[in-house]
C-alpha cells in the first residue's frame, strides 16, 4: 500500500531553518509529481512548493519564494522542503503529496492522489 512518511518539523524560531523529508513507499516514485502543502489552524489547505517527476520543474507560492527550497532524490524516493529564514506565519502543519497526472495543476490540491499525515511546524516569535 501507498505510503508518504513526512519528517523533519519542530519548533524553531522565527530566522531559523527546517528540512522536512517525505519518505515514499509503494508506489513508482519517478512517475510522481510532488507537492509540499500546508495548513494553519483555522485556515484553508494551500500549496508551498512544488516539484515535476524529473526534479527540473519546480513551483512555489508567493509568501516562500526566495526561502523555501524543494527537491527530490527518486533514488531514495524522497522528496525534501528546505525552509530558510522562517517566519511566525509559516506555522501549520505540512503535508507531503503525489500527483501521477502530468495535465494536472501542481497547486490544485484535489489534482494529488496520495497524502501524508502531516508533520507540525511552528515558528516562534
Known amino acids: 500500500q501507498v505510503q508518504l512518511v513526512e519528517s523533519g518539523g519542530g519548533l524553531v524560531q522565527a530566522g531559523g531553518s527546517l528540512r522536512l523529508s517525505c519518505e515514499a513507499s509503494?508506489?513508482?516514485?519517478?512517475?510522481?509529481?510532488m507537492g509540499w502543502f500546508r495548513q494553519a489552524p483555522g485556515k484553508e489547505r494551500d500549496v508551498a512548493a512544488a516539484?515535476?517527476?524529473?526534479?527540473?520543474?519546480?513551483y512555489y507560492t508567493d509568501s516562500v519564494k526566495g526561502r523555501f527550497t524543494i527537491s527530490r532524490d527518486n533514488a531514495k524516493n524522497t522528496v525534501y522542503l528546505q525552509m530558510n529564514n522562517l517566519k511566525p506565519e509559516d506555522t501549520a502543519v505540512y503535508y507531503c503529496?503525489?500527483?501521477?497526472?502530468?495535465?494536472?495543476?501542481?497547486?490544485?490540491?484535489?489534482?494529488?492522489?496520495?497524502w501524508g499525515q502531516g508533520t507540525q511546524v511552528t515558528v516562534s516569535s
Open positions: 503529496a503525489a500527483k501521477r497526472l502530468t495535465v494536472a495543476a501542481w497547486e490544485t490540491p484535489s489534482s494529488y492522489d496520495y
Open positions: 509503494g508506489l513508482t516514485f519517478g512517475i510522481y509529481a
Open positions: 516539484i515535476s517527476r524529473s526534479g527540473i520543474g519546480t
